[in-house]
């Protein structure tokens, strides 16, 4: 089976597909990144579904892969090339940006000589469980099953062959071969033909323009913009939801079970999505974004999630797929995620810190129009903040008093009376300002190990965590605060395994779950901002410099890395890693690492947080 970094991911800003080395695509979910699958091969193998393009008689050097591929500059439209006897070809696969319809266009292109082409489509619906009744149709064929229809049009022939449908043909050097699937709901009648070479040259240009408006340049400025286009990728774009990553179920541990489904919004990433959109120079990204958040928040604070649908949905029940096997047999698969109603007391905090970065970010005399919903949350927290709860890693064992999220609590606080005191927006200031105190004293007397010279993860515990790693990113104490070097230091020599920074150590069993897991990379580019914070600038940028390293050949990122198999783990492309990598090279540029709520690079005041501004803040430069 294909490694994770193998995949390459192409999307139309409802869903997205990703291809393989070899020229399949093994996931693909329609018509939303929620939805089942049609492709499920990543998960199983390609009986589960998956659409093989590739030359016939590929290098066996290779394994059927590719001898190189990238994306068309500043684009997300995928170039795979073969150098086989005979000739070369190019497979050219992108998702034209969705109107009224899913359109998946792939393009054969002859490059030199004559090279013999083979075309797999597996199709099956529902997660790879339903075979669909395929017809021939005008130029190609249709597929239909439940509430699901493909057409797939093509002047290649094509044959039903074992509940497949196959193509065998020879392209010349200068003739091109498209394949386009389109999807409809199989009640509705066949959605209308695109042309696939004006639909390449809209997309092409469609991206290219989006990457024109970043802010972004400098040393890191390949990196960070290929970056924000693998963000955009995975923004729902109907309500400017942002997904976790593009998949479910790639594990943590190869054979494991810490298998979960992240095609949902979580509002641990609110802050972190601004401040990155914000600094590049897409507002009204941001702005989508905070839209979609107060959406989702808007109801009783009480029933504050940790994570949503893409339209805010709060019912995410989870479940497994028997019938498939997992990736590298590593069962169960999951859809839905049951972590959605845990209490997190953290993502309070994540929440009004990322509407305190909003209103930082703000021209002066911006009227707050979400402050009646952040003083609500904070009066439901005043009562629930000393409460134990899962924290910031969705922990599935017993409740505890975790530092983070008391961290948060005093964040939430700390933001609610500023907004009152330099904002001047009504409220108790002085009562916020005493809990905001008395959080403080709790955390430095329960969260602190003297002996260890560390905060540790939870009240009364000698165990570290990553996210301890951001207490001075959210103003609790200054970098250079003797605690948060002691802790820095820590994590270094006890939660790293080559280099890289583990979540926390799995071995106590605290969080309710069998084996084990790889490097989490957000917590390396947390790494990253605490040591540029604490002076270690050339240290910082080593760490930095390496994490970009573990980028696949076209620039993405999962979720983990395992230092001991030397691949990426977990879903993928993962938005909680992008995210940090474009934080960290715009801090390492700047020489300083600026609190969480603060804009990058100083600019308070210059982005119109409003779906109608232009983009106003100055550039941005990436390097180091």
Not at 148 to 157: F, L, R
Not at 333 to 354: S, T
Not at 429 to 445: C, Q
Request: charged share 25%; net charge negative.
């Amino acid at each position: 089976m294909a490694r994770i970094e193998d995949y390459a991911l192409i999307g139309d800003l409802h869903t997205a597909a990703l291809v393989g080395r070899n020229g399949s695509i093994d996931w693909m979910c329609l018509p939303r990144f929620d939805s089942p699958a049609c492709f499920a091969g990543l998960l199983a193998d390609p009986e589960a579904g998956r659409w093989l393009v590739a030359p016939a008689n590929p290098d066996p050097a290779n394994g059927g892969n590719c001898t190189r591929r990238q994306y068309r500059e500043d684009t997300l439209v995928l170039e795979t090339e073969w150098d086989v006897e005979g000739g070369s070809v190019r497979v050219i696969d992108f998702m034209p940006v969705r109107d009224d319809a899913v359109d998946l266009v792939r393009i054969v292109e002859g490059i030199s000589g004559e090279v013999d082409m083979k075309m797999e489509l597996v199709l099956r619906f529902d997660y790879g469980r339903v075979v669909p009744w395929v017809r021939k149709h005008g130029q190609g064929i249709s597929a239909v099953a439940g509430p699901d229809s493909a057409y797939i049009t093509t002047h290649a022939p094509l044959e039903g062959r074992d509940n497949r449908t196959v193509s065998e043909f020879t392209v010349k050097a200068g003739q091109r071969v498209p394949f386009v699937l389109r999807w409809a709901p199989s009640h509705e009648p066949e959605p209308r033909r695109i042309d696939p070479a004006r639909a390449l040259a809209n997309t092409t240009t469609f991206w290219r323009e989006w990457i024109d408006r970043s802010e972004i340049t400098g040393t890191y400025k390949e990196p960070v913009e290929r970056s924000l286009i693998t963000l955009k990728a995975l923004t729902y774009a109907p309500t400017g939801g942002i997904v976790a990553a593009a998949t479910t179920s790639l594990p943590e541990q190869l054979g494991g079970s810490r298998n979960w489904d992240y095609r949902y919004c979580w509002l641990r990433d609110a802050t972190l999505t601004l401040q990155s959109l914000l600094a590049a120079g897409y507002t009204e990204e941001a702005s989508a974004w905070r839209d979609w958040l107060l959406r989702a928040i808007a109801g009783d604070p009480a029933d504050l999630q940790i994570v949503y649908g893409l339209d805010g949905a709060r019912r995410l029940p989870e479940m497994d797929l028997p019938w498939l096997g997992g990736y590298e047999g590593s069962a169960p698969v999951r859809i839905g995620n049951a972590a959605a109603p845990q209490l997190q007391l953290d993502v309070w905090g994540e929440v009004l810190d990322g509407l305190s970065l909003t209103r930082a970010a703000s021209p002066a005399g911006t009227v707050d129009s979400s402050w009646d919903i952040q003083v609500a949350l904070m009066e439901y927290l005043e009562g629930a903040w000393d409460q134990p709860d899962n924290g910031l890693w969705e922990m599935r064992g017993p409740r505890r008093h975790f530092t983070h999220s008391k961290v948060m609590a005093w964040v939430a606080a700390d933001r609610m009376v500023k907004a009152v005191r330099k904002s001047g927006l009504p409220g108790p200031g002085d009562r916020w300002a005493d809990l905001r105190s008395t959080i403080h004293t709790e955390v430095m007397t329960k969260g602190f190990n003297e002996d260890l010279n560390t905060f540790v993860q939870s009240y009364g515990s000698k165990e570290l965590d990553a996210s301890l790693l951001l207490i001075p990113r959210v103003g609790f104490l200054p970098h250079h605060h003797s605690r948060v070097v002691g802790t820095v230091e820590a994590v270094q020599e006890r939660l790293t395994e080559d280099g890289l920074v583990l979540r926390y150590r799995t071995e106590s069993g605290h969080d309710g779950l069998p084996g084990d897991e790889g490097v989490f990379l957000a917590c390396s580019f947390w790494m990253v901002d605490a040591l540029l914070g604490i002076g270690k600038r050339s240290e910082a940028t080593s760490l930095f410099e390496r994490l970009l390293s573990l980028r696949n050949d076209v620039g993405l990122l999962s979720e983990e890395w395992d230092p001991r198999t030397q691949r990426q783990l977990g879903n993928t492309p993962q938005a909680f890693s992008h995210f940090p990598l474009i934080h960290c090279a715009l801090q390492l540029h700047h020489g300083q690492a600026p609190g969480s709520d603060t804009p990058i690079g100083g600019h308070g005041g210059d982005a119109e947080m409003s779906r109608n501004a232009a983009p106003t803040p100055g550039k941005q430069t990436a390097q180091g």
